[in-house]
């Protein structure tokens, strides 16, 4: 829980320097840019943790969904 209470300071620590080139800037295209990064712990914490955590908390034995973690990064510019 730590870890996960310092992500958001961590981050903006990491990236306070980093200009709108450098968010967008891919290494390869199979590399993720810092844009990309960010787009998927979003995607995580939303669709990934919170909406598993709410049904634990809600139900007996819930039935937790898949998750593609690769979904958003597969869309592409369609995001």
Not at 46 to 68: K, Q
Request: glycine fraction near 2%; aromatic fraction near 8%; hydrophobic fraction near 45%.
């Amino acid at each position: 829980m730590r870890v996960l209470d310092q992500t958001s300071a961590t981050l903006r620590t990491l990236l306070a320097n980093a200009t709108a080139e450098d968010h967008d800037w891919q290494p390869s295209r199979e590399r993720w840019s810092i844009n990309m990064v960010l787009a998927h712990l979003a995607d995580v914490e939303i669709n990934g943790f919170v909406s598993r955590f709410r049904a634990v908390a809600r139900e007996e034995n819930p039935i937790l969904s898949a998750y593609d973690q690769l979904a958003l990064f597969s869309l592409g510019d369609e995001v």
